[in-house]
């Protein structure tokens, strides 16, 4: 059974660049997570989603991120104009419908970095 | 307000017992605490997780946790460690919503170095 995947696994930009990230979910699971880990330090839940419905996105800078999965499946995270802080990996991860935080399922990652 | 502190580096020698500390704070009265560890790839990979109402410490192959509610700390016990245990392994806690343990709130990691 395929895994979490993402693309792509890294970008390099300019500030005020924009980007998207892509992830496709384990088949069956409802649940998806976005999570932002800088450098050295742990995964920070940005967003999530049942289905196509966003359950949180209270950690989600909405001014310049934004999220959809809009057929409650794969999903977009995108970064209009990209700031140095925004460097870091963005993880997505899915779970099955109620699996609970241990079964999360997660991704490689696409590591970003902005200059 | 949810917190997850771990020390940043440890280490060890092939064949020992590794223990890594976590601390953390919650006002909740069900939670969970898990573990995962990174891989060089990013991937985090779940180890164990620890239910806040199980008095008796959990184990997974060679993974054991050692908790102590009172004190909101626990500890990831690894025996017969070898080189390939280093990486960074992660704390983590997910308190009980109304949606079930979805939402993890991680530490900073702790960089383990085990030497031949």
């Known amino acids: 059974e395929a895994g979490v995947t993402q693309s792509p696994r890294y970008a390099v930009l300019q500030e005020g660049q924009a980007v998207s990230f892509w992830c496709d979910p384990i088949?069956?699971?409802?649940?998806l997570y976005w999570y932002q880990q800088p450098r050295d330090q742990g995964p920070q839940l940005l967003v999530y989603?049942?289905?196509?419905?966003?359950?949180?996105n209270s950690q989600l800078p909405s001014d310049r991120f934004s999220a959809v999965r809009p057929k409650g499946t794969n999903s977009t995270l995108k970064i209009q104009s990209a700031k140095q802080g925004d460097t870091a990996t963005y993880l997505c991860?899915?779970?099955?419908?109620?699996?609970?935080?241990?079964?999360?399922?997660f991704g490689p990652g696409t590591r970003l970095t902005v200059l | 307000a949810q917190r997850v502190t771990q020390v940043q580096s440890t280490g060890s020698s092939q064949w020992g017992e590794v223990t890594l500390d976590c601390s953390y704070e919650t006002s909740e009265y069900s939670y969970l605490i898990l573990w995962y560890r990174q891989l060089f790839s990013g991937e985090m990979v779940f180890l164990i997780y620890q239910p806040s109402f199980d008095t008796q410490n959990q184990r997974s192959g060679h993974y054991s946790v050692v908790f102590q509610k009172s004190f909101k700390s626990i500890s990831l016990v690894i025996s017969a460690s070898q080189p390939e245990d280093s990486g960074t392994y992660f704390c983590?806690?997910?308190?009980?919503?109304?949606?079930?343990?979805?939402?993890?709130?991680f530490g900073a990691g702790t960089k383990l170095t085990i030497k031949p």
């Open positions: 989603f049942r289905d196509e419905a966003v359950i949180d």
């Open positions: 991860a899915s779970s099955f419908p109620w699996g609970g935080a241990y079964e999360q399922y």
């Open positions: 983590a806690l997910s308190e009980l919503s109304g949606y079930g343990n979805e939402k993890i709130t």
């Open positions: 088949s069956g699971h409802d649940t």
